[in-house]
């Protein structure tokens, strides 16, 4: 199992060596494993199970791999497609049938799983490759590969061809290519080939064994649990990803500094918002006792105004306020800051409405009182920096303001139509 | 929060002297006293090693905390802290209604402006040259008044006017705004109408908030 937790480590993220291959990057050693994998698929076709129908197993996991996509308006158009590509694939099977048994046979102990896992396990399979340097997005969509394969006409038989576009069209970031040597060293030999992503995480189970065919069974459930367990992962890091407001890059470091940061953020909000509320009903306190006090005597009233520290009933909240939080989207970029009661808002936007008009508005609504202003045009975009002071009462805080200005930016500029480039 | 402070609690630290009884001091009372000290430092130590051993144990804890749960706990705690988020701004938005402050400030800001403008000998004024064939340098002063910007910015974008360079200072009541300004229409403008138009949008700003 030890072999399994290592691999978790560095699933962040890999893409196997058939995309790498697929992106040009590495066609050459195609070949030279290919011989190896053979010895491998052999192996593997003792698999007792191998005689089970393999189409329809092939079948089955390629559509349960892209239901799981998260398109899911997507899926009805996919499935034909993808049926039709398998019914074409077929043909180059029926050659080399016992490698082609190779597909089935890992595959058949997952179709007995229940559908959830065994989409889960073929979506993250190309987790375990070795390209350090390619980075797929999550949201690449698999209907764009489905039709495209490069080494389709190469007529290999061993690869289910689909399987390639599959993983092309999978997530990932980076690897950790120590980590990566470390936890499958002798699958390692394996990467290179056209391998589909079953064959290839098969070798590193039955690796990680050491033994071959006569794990193999055992060596599967680990390893389907294995995906599983990756799946559930990632789908965990893109559930934090929907959670944070700013994302840029769609690795899994970004993922979670991204996360690390919104969390500060959060925290900041909660800290200034408990003092407002605690400042707020400071005021309304002392405001119901002067008027009590007013309806004793209205001579003393005057004097109430700033009760010295003995009275009971005053909040000792000396403490500055003071927040910051930045909100992105594509085409702005807001920072505030408050400290005490002056907000700094530093606003980016790219050229193309009266920003300075919209921003201005929403500061009058907001009871922010302007105090300077700096900025101009820079290159694309328009760039200012407002001072501004909050009126006396208001009890704005930042996050409603970086909210709403970015929301009343974005809308405005996307309302308005493209302009033609600047005619002066 | 808390957890930063554990292991680290300065209050139960004392200066005595720990080295106890051992010490030689002198008297009965002295050694009483020691007795005392060291139970103290005695407690004090079990205490210290006490809060050590747990902090010692969070950190392990976190560490041996694999991926997946560490993730989760991130998302948990991120939906805590929105969760408290929003109750907490629900709460100020509640608040907001009783509130009466809010009235007498604002008009004091603005009376004491022009008071305080008048005094500086500050003028409102309008100023327009022209740079670089298309472009025209204002200089607006004007009476600071609440949305007098925005109510600018209004009039000018309606005339067809855009704001690129922009530099507004406040000052004893008075907002000067220094601007680079082009025509959105691309068509070039002319420097006396131009002052002439601002001069009548900037009277039309402050008659409009002296109603």
Same mark, same amino acid.
């Given at each position: 199992m030890k072999l399994y937790e290592d691999s978790a480590c560095f699933e962040p993220h890999s893409i196997t060596a058939d995309c790498q291959s697929l992106m040009g990057l590495d066609g050459g050693s195609a070949t030279n494993s290919h011989s190896t994998l053979e010895d491998n698929l052999n192996l593997s076709s003792y698999n007792p199970h191998q005689h089970e129908d393999p189409s329809a197993a092939v079948e089955l996991e390629i559509q349960q791999h892209y239901l799981l996509d998260n398109t899911t308006t997507n899926n009805s158009h996919l499935i034909p497609q993808l049926t039709q590509e398998l019914s074409y694939d077929e043909s180059n099977w029926d050659a080399d049938q016992q490698s082609f048994n190779m597909v089935p046979s890992s595959s058949s102990p997952e179709a007995a799983y229940p559908p959830a896992p065994d989409l889960l396990n073929l979506f993250h399979l190309p987790r375990c490759s070795f390209l350090s340097n390619s980075s797929i997005s999550f949201e690449t969509a698999p209907a764009s590969s489905i039709v495209y394969d490069p080494l389709f006409h190469l007529n290999l038989p061993p690869q289910p061809p689909v399987f390639r576009e599959l993983l092309q069209s999978l997530p990932h970031g980076y690897t950790l290519p120590a980590?990566?040597?470390?936890?499958?060293?002798?699958?390692?030999?394996?990467?290179?080939?056209?391998?589909?992503?079953?064959?290839?995480?098969?070798?590193?189970?039955?690796?990680?064994?050491?033994?071959?065919?006569?794990k193999a069974g055992k060596t599967t459930k680990h390893f389907a649990t294995e995906r599983e367990r990756r799946v559930h992962l990632n789908d965990k890091y893109q559930a934090l990803r929907t959670m944070v407001p700013n994302q840029t890059?769609?690795?899994?470091?970004?993922?979670?500094?991204?996360?690390?940061?919104?969390?500060?953020?959060?925290?900041?909000?909660?800290?200034?918002?408990?003092?407002?509320?605690?400042?707020?009903?400071?005021?309304?306190?002392?405001?119901?006792?002067?008027?009590?006090?007013?309806?004793?005597?209205?001579?003393?009233?005057?004097?109430?105004?700033?009760?010295?520290?003995?009275?009971?009933?005053?909040?000792? *909240?000396?403490?500055?306020?003071?927040?910051?939080?930045?909100?992105?989207?594509?085409?702005?970029?807001?920072?505030?800051? &408050?400290?005490?009661?002056?907000?700094?808002?530093?606003?980016?936007?790219?050229?193309?409405? *009266?920003?300075?008009?919209?921003?201005?508005?929403?500061?009058?609504?907001?009871?922010?009182?302007?105090?300077?202003?700096?900025?101009? *045009?820079?290159?694309?975009?328009?760039?200012?920096?407002?001072?501004?002071?909050?009126?006396?009462?208001?009890?704005?805080?930042?996050?409603?303001?970086?909210?709403?200005?970015?929301?009343?930016?974005?809308?405005?500029?996307?309302?308005?139509?493209?302009?033609?480039?600047?005619?002066? | 929060m808390?957890?930063?402070?554990?292991?680290?609690?300065?209050?139960?630290?004392?200066?005595?002297?720990?080295?106890?009884?051992? &010490?030689?001091?002198?008297?009965?009372?002295?050694?009483?006293?020691?007795?005392?000290?060291?139970?103290?430092?005695?407690?004090?130590?079990?205490?210290?090693?006490?809060?050590?051993?747990?902090?010692?144990?969070?950190?392990?804890?976190?560490?041996?905390?694999?991926?997946?749960?560490?993730?989760?706990?991130?998302?948990?705690?991120?939906?805590?802290?929105?969760?408290?988020?929003?109750?907490?701004?629900?709460?100020?938005?509640?608040?907001?209604?009783?509130?009466?402050?809010?009235?007498?400030?604002?008009?004091?800001?603005?009376?004491?402006?022009?008071?305080?403008?008048?005094?500086?000998?500050?003028?409102?004024?309008?100023?327009?040259?022209?740079?670089?064939?298309?472009?025209?340098?204002?200089?607006? &002063?004007?009476?600071?008044?609440?949305?007098?910007?925005t109510k600018l910015l209004e009039a000018m974008n309606c005339l067809g006017f855009e704001l690129s360079e922009t530099s507004v200072t406040t000052f004893k009541g008075a907002m000067l705004i220094s601007s680079c300004v082009q025509g959105i229409y691309g068509d070039s403008l002319m420097v006396e109408q131009t002052q002439e138009l601002l001069l009548e949008i900037i009277r039309s700003i402050r008659e409009c908030s002296e109603i």
């Amino acid at each position: 199992m030890k072999l399994y937790e290592d691999s978790a480590c560095f699933e962040p993220h890999s893409i196997t060596a058939d995309c790498q291959s697929l992106m040009g990057l590495d066609g050459g050693s195609a070949t030279n494993s290919h011989s190896t994998l053979e010895d491998n698929l052999n192996l593997s076709s003792y698999n007792p199970h191998q005689h089970e129908d393999p189409s329809a197993a092939v079948e089955l996991e390629i559509q349960q791999h892209y239901l799981l996509d998260n398109t899911t308006t997507n899926n009805s158009h996919l499935i034909p497609q993808l049926t039709q590509e398998l019914s074409y694939d077929e043909s180059n099977w029926d050659a080399d049938q016992q490698s082609f048994n190779m597909v089935p046979s890992s595959s058949s102990p997952e179709a007995a799983y229940p559908p959830a896992p065994d989409l889960l396990n073929l979506f993250h399979l190309p987790r375990c490759s070795f390209l350090s340097n390619s980075s797929i997005s999550f949201e690449t969509a698999p209907a764009s590969s489905i039709v495209y394969d490069p080494l389709f006409h190469l007529n290999l038989p061993p690869q289910p061809p689909v399987f390639r576009e599959l993983l092309q069209s999978l997530p990932h970031g980076y690897t950790l290519p120590a980590d990566e040597k470390e936890a499958s060293g002798v699958a390692g030999l394996y990467h290179d080939g056209d391998n589909g992503i079953l064959e290839f995480t098969r070798d590193i189970s039955m690796a990680g064994r050491g033994k071959g065919r006569d794990k193999a069974g055992k060596t599967t459930k680990h390893f389907a649990t294995e995906r599983e367990r990756r799946v559930h992962l990632n789908d965990k890091y893109q559930a934090l990803r929907t959670m944070v407001p700013n994302q840029t890059k769609n690795d899994r470091a970004s993922i979670v500094g991204d996360a690390i940061e919104y969390i500060k953020e959060l925290l900041r909000s909660v800290r200034e918002l408990k003092l407002l509320v605690e400042k707020k009903r400071c005021g309304q306190e002392r405001s119901k006792r002067l008027k009590t006090e007013d309806a004793a005597s209205a001579a003393d009233a005057g004097d109430v105004e700033c009760k010295p520290l003995g009275d009971p009933d005053q909040c000792y *909240n000396t403490s500055l306020r003071s927040s910051w939080l930045q909100r992105k989207s594509k085409d702005s970029e807001v920072d505030v800051r &408050i400290i005490d009661d002056e907000v700094i808002i530093k606003f980016v936007q790219r050229k193309k409405i *009266n920003s300075l008009l919209f921003v201005s508005r929403l500061l009058d609504e907001l009871q922010l009182d302007l105090h300077h202003v700096a900025g101009g *045009n820079i290159g694309d975009y328009y760039s200012f920096l407002f001072n501004t002071k909050i009126y006396e009462g208001s009890s704005v805080y930042a996050s409603a303001i970086a909210n709403r200005l970015i929301d009343v930016v974005d809308r405005q500029y996307a309302a308005a139509p493209p302009t033609s480039s600047t005619c002066l | 929060m808390d957890m930063e402070f554990v292991g680290s609690d300065m209050t139960e630290i004392s200066i005595t002297d720990h080295r106890g009884p051992s &010490i030689g001091r002198m008297g009965r009372r002295r050694v009483q006293d020691d007795e005392n000290k060291e139970f103290k430092s005695k407690n004090l130590h079990a205490e210290r090693r006490r809060r050590q051993k747990l902090s010692d144990r969070l950190l392990t804890l976190r560490s041996i905390m694999n991926k997946a749960t560490i993730i989760e706990d991130a998302i948990t705690y991120i939906q805590k802290l929105q969760k408290t988020s929003d109750v907490l701004s629900e709460q100020l938005r509640e608040m907001e209604g009783s509130s009466e402050e809010e009235g007498k400030p604002a008009v004091r800001i603005q009376i004491d402006a022009a008071a305080d403008m008048k005094k500086c000998g500050i003028k409102e004024e309008v100023k327009v040259t022209t740079i670089d064939g298309n472009k025209l340098l204002i200089k607006i &002063i004007l009476e600071k008044k609440k949305g007098c910007f925005t109510k600018l910015l209004e009039a000018m974008n309606c005339l067809g006017f855009e704001l690129s360079e922009t530099s507004v200072t406040t000052f004893k009541g008075a907002m000067l705004i220094s601007s680079c300004v082009q025509g959105i229409y691309g068509d070039s403008l002319m420097v006396e109408q131009t002052q002439e138009l601002l001069l009548e949008i900037i009277r039309s700003i402050r008659e409009c908030s002296e109603i």
